[in-house]
T-cell receptor
């Protein structure tokens, strides 16, 4: 398996634009997580899914953030509208039997 | 969620053992102890986990205190590639989410 695949690897966008981050989990994994990492706040759990159903979205910072998992092999994290404070590295992870595997991350810069 | 406390940073020399401590005095009987590490410019990766007994795998060993209020991740022979931030995390039995703290930044000197 190729591991968790995230795209794009880097994204630069202007404030106010919509940003969509994509994730393909490892086949057979039943949990999917979205994390955000900044120097100030470290790794923050935003939302996670179990069998494509959102379980806990209490970490989503505000209504500008939304996440979907339409099927077992794909998830998106959308920010609309984006703001400079959203600049961070966003990680997707999938897990099976409590072992999580992380993607390489998407580095988002909002200018 | 029960909290963990780790030193901000540690330093060691190549080819020597490294002992990374973690305190978790409020751990409950059903909390698993997980360790992940994050190499520069990469996502975190799983290292090891345990509940009560010491655990060994190809990457490391996990030593858990008898009262479970602390644990130690042991790298038996550090290499330069082990330089990373190491996270000690408590996971509630039956739950899947992992809440990361600040971790310990490990520097390996050649």
């Amino acid at each position: 398996d190729a591991g968790v695949i995230q795209s794009p690897r880097h994204e630069v966008t202007e404030m106010g634009q919509e940003v969509t981050l994509r994730c393909k989990p490892i086949s057979g994994h039943d949990y999917l997580f979205w994390y955000r990492q900044t120097m100030m706040r470290g790794l923050e759990l935003l939302i996670y899914f179990n069998n494509n159903v959102p379980i806990d979205d209490s970490g989503m910072p505000e209504d500008r953030f939304s996440a979907k998992m339409p099927n077992a092999s794909f998830s998106t994290l959308k920010i609309q509208p984006s703001e400079p404070r959203d600049s961070a590295v966003y990680f997707c992870a999938s897990s099976y039997r409590a072992r999580a595997f992380f993607g390489q991350g998407t580095r988002l810069t909002v200018v | 969620d029960a909290k963990t406390t780790q030193p901000n940073s540690m330093e060691s020399n190549e080819e020597e053992p490294v002992h990374l401590p973690c305190n978790h005095s409020t751990i409950s009987g059903t909390d698993y102890i997980h360790w992940y590490r994050q190499l520069p410019s990469q996502g975190p990766e799983y290292v090891i986990h345990g509940l009560t007994s010491n655990v060994n795998n190809r990457m490391a060993s996990l030593a858990i205190a008898e009262d479970r209020k602390s644990s130690t991740l042991i790298l038996h022979r550090a290499t330069l590639r082990d330089a990373a931030v190491y996270y000690c995390i408590l996971r509630i039995q039956g739950a899947q989410k992992l809440v990361f703290g600040q971790g310990t930044r490990l520097t390996i000197n050649p």
